[in-house]
Each structure stands twice: as C-alpha cells, then as structure tokens.
C-alpha cells in the first residue's frame, strides 16, 4: 500500500533523524490493532478519561490519552480525511506541542504544532522532492539560519529569509568543492570564497582589485583567470 511503497531518498536517508527511519511502519502497525468504533479504554465520571482507542466517525484511528471526551496527552492518529499520521502532544481534541506528521505522499515535519499550524522555532522537515531541511521556521517559512539538502547531495549551511538563500551561508557541494560568502536572493552576490574538491582556493576580488587569479575549474562556475565578484549566482567577469 502507500505506507510500506514510502521510503527515504538514498541521499538523505542518513541526515534524518534516525527515530524517522521507521516511523511510518511502525505507526500503521501500532494502529492495525485499533478496529472497532466502539470506545476501548479508561472512562471516568462517564466520559473518556485516561488511555484509550477508537476507530472515530470520521475516519479517524486514534490510541492515546484522553481527557474530559477528547483527545489529550501523547496520542498517535492516523486522519481519515488525508491518511495523514501525526504522532505526538494532543490538547483539547487537536494536536498541540512536539511532534510528528507524515502527509502523504512522502512529508515530514517534526516541530511544535498548534493544531496543524507549526508553530515559530527549530523544526525538522522531509520535503515531497526528497530535500531534507533542519533549522528554524518562522512564518511557515525557512527563517534565520538553517541547513539544507539538496536531492543531489549539495547542502547549504547558512541564513535564510521566507525561504530564500539571505545573509551570510556556505555551499558544500557533493563533489567536494565548498563555497562561502553572502547571498542575495537565494544566489551568492558579492564577494565569495571558493574551495574545489582539491584544494585549490580562490577568492572573489572587489572593484579596486586589479590582479587576476588563476584557479582550477571545480564544483562551482569558477573558472580560470577569472577576477571579480558573483552577481546573481554567477561570477562577474
């Protein structure tokens, strides 16, 4: 079916947190036992109250904590509306607090939640194409500083502003080479270093500069005898 068809991209695979890895087989399995639509579980003053399971009129599969008839407390749920799984802090019958929603097809998203709303700091998230970001969130945007993979296995270490590449970051590319310096835009602009996957340095000179440097075609657009800074993702020549 959908959930055991899901798998994590070889090239994040070992960046996620590792309690992610099983995570979706173990939750349909924990809620394959959760059948009946009739309330299984701890009651008290006549309502739902302590732990219990049921299969809700809306589709709903729910095991965990109860209070006063609603959900509340650790509990796992899988949505009938959206397949959705969401394992993690419920209060007052939504989720509320730390944890864990798989969306189908192939999203992650680890934070603090006020109902599905994510809620301002440090998340963790599995994008649908496969990239893999852990950082801050503001705005349900990447904001502040954060990092990010790529599907080619490229990361960014750096700042952010509603999610584009804004301030001070570095590139690290899979083949080895490494760029450092600021972006503008979501594209390196200004003034840049750069380290190819061999060693061979190059830094980006200002308007004054005069010298030309030669340096080894690597993982970036650097390219030899090439003076100047990066306008616009590309180096100004």
Known sequence: DVYKSFTFPTVTRSRVPRHWLNFVEESISELATVTNNVYDGQVAKGVRQGLGQIVLPNGDIYKGNWKSDLRHGAGLCKFGETGAIFKGEWRDGK?????????????IIEA??????????QVKILFTNGEYYEGNFKNNHRNSTGIHYYA?????????????RIGRGRIFAAGGGK?????????????????DKDGNMFQTENDEAKAVKKVKKGASDVGANTPGSFINGKLYQ
């Not at 603090?112 to 700091?121: L, S, V």
């Open 95 to 107: 989720p509320n607090g730390n944890g864990i929603l798989f969306s189908l097809p192939n999203e």
């Open 112 to 121: 603090r939640f006020d109902g599905f709303k994510i809620i301002d700091g």
């Open 152 to 164: 080619n296995a490229d990361f960014y270490d750096g700042e952010w502003q509603n999610d584009k």
């Open 179 to 195: 760029l450092n310096g600021m972006f503008i835009e979501d594209k390196a602009d200004g003034f840049v270093e750069f380290e």
